[in-house]
């Protein structure tokens, strides 16, 4: 797009292409008479050489506030100061067509100068700093967490362990009536599965005792496989597609399964009218060529890939909390994810999900290999 009437225009529209902050120009009759590379690069706008519309260059774009709602193109920062609005810095989160959310920090100023006159608008792109922030906080959140349940199942594990104490000595008694007898039965049924809870919490907050030895990955994977092949509906496909050539990696072969299974049903979960899914194993560099994963340490990755629903970005921060679920109620306890993640960050490894709404998940399990995770 060509520079509007200011000269040396050579010099400006170099200065305005190295200041890496977007700039765009809109006159009073809302046409963009300039937006340089940043401009059109992070609104994803075609620049054909001729000015366009204000309103169908921003097609691509949902605005929204930090709450969520949307905001419509005539409440935008650029049209209210077209109306004369002083307009102060404010935080945006912009939704693009494909379900990426950028975040943005926007100014905009009316301005009438050498014939010209309408609205230039500042835009910083701040999507990377907010996903450090956001990164770092749940991280924190989620350490919180961990310490706080493991202080829930010791205490737990101890009420647990006297009520299946007596539950036994009451059934060793010789006139313990069928009736009593079959009570306390049930009373031990439940006992069990509320001491399963625990065992699941105590996966996330990472207290459980790990039994480590040189694994193959490729191993792991087969064998969770073989357990959930049953779970496989017909209208799902499974595609595997694991590396020969993978380092060992040093872990507890049966938790390991476990988080694989955890994800792998939940992959089938939301494909609940059917669709693709896809495991793999990788070494990370590989996975950093192929998708852009930054991974220096050089870790052994699983990638389980579904075509489901997908998960919303505001709720990507929060699948791996304990009890967080999506699912109805009675449908699941929502310790699967964060006992997963326990599982992995005990091993020294993380967990990294890619979702968009209607295109599916991605989660990818990095383990250190063997010589590493020590």
């Known amino acids: 797009m060509p520079i509007f009437c200011l000269q040396p225009a050579g010099l400006l529209q170099t200065i305005f292409e190295d200041i890496g902050v977007a700039v765009a120009v809109i006159d009073r009759d809302e046409r963009v008479v300039f937006a340089n590379r940043t401009a059109l690069e992070l609104f994803e706008a075609k620049d054909g050489g001729n000015t366009v519309q204000f309103r169908n260059w921003l097609q691509h774009c949902r605005f929204e506030n930090s709450g969520g709602s949307e905001i419509p193109i005539e409440e ?73 349940a493991a202080g829930l199942t010791h205490d737990f594990n101890n009420i647990l362990n006297t009520i299946s104490t007596n539950i036994a000595i009451a059934l060793g008694q010789a006139d313990c009536s069928q009736i009593v007898h079959a009570r306390l039965e049930q009373i031990s049924g439940a006992t069990d599965r509320a001491a399963g809870l625990v065992r699941r919490l105590m996966q996330f907050s990472r207290t459980q005792e790990l039994h480590r030895q040189a694994l193959q990955v490729n191993d792991v994977v087969q064998d969770a496989l073989r357990l959930i092949h049953p779970l496989l509906r017909n209208n ?35 494909m609940p009218d059917g669709g693709h899914l896809r495991v793999s194993t990788a070494r990370s560099q590989e996975l950093q060529k192929a998708s852009g994963f930054e991974d220096p340490q050089g870790h052994v990755c699983i990638s389980i890939t579904d075509s489901g629903v997908g998960i919303p970005d505001e709720l990507q921060s929060a699948i791996f909390e304990p009890f967080f679920t999506t699912k109805p109620a009675g449908k699941g306890t929502g310790l699967g994810l964060s006992s997963s993640y326990g599982i992995v960050r005990q091993h020294n490894g993380r967990i990294e999900v890619q979702s968009k709404p209607g295109y599916g998940s991605t989660f990818n399990v990095f383990f250190p290999m063997a010589g590493l995770s020590a």
Do not use: C
């Not at 009316?110 to 990164?135: N, P, W, Y």
């Not at 590396?243 to 049903?265: A, C, H, K, R």
């Open 76 to 148: 935008s920062a650029v049209m209210r100061a077209m109306r004369g609005e002083r307009i102060e810095s404010q935080e945006l989160r912009v939704k693009m067509l494909d379900g990426r959310t950028k975040w943005i920090l926007d100014w905009a100023y009316h301005f009438s100068a050498m014939g010209l006159e309408g609205v230039i608008t500042l835009i910083v792109d701040q999507t990377f700093e907010i996903q450090l922030r956001k990164a770092a906080a749940q991280l924190q959140r989620m350490e919180t967490m961990g310490s706080l």
């Open 236 to 270: 799902i496909s499974l595609a595997v597609d694991l590396d020969d050539d993978l380092p060992l990696i040093y872990g507890d072969s049966p938790q390991i399964e476990q988080v694989l299974v955890n994800l792998i049903v939940n992959a089938v979960d939301a």
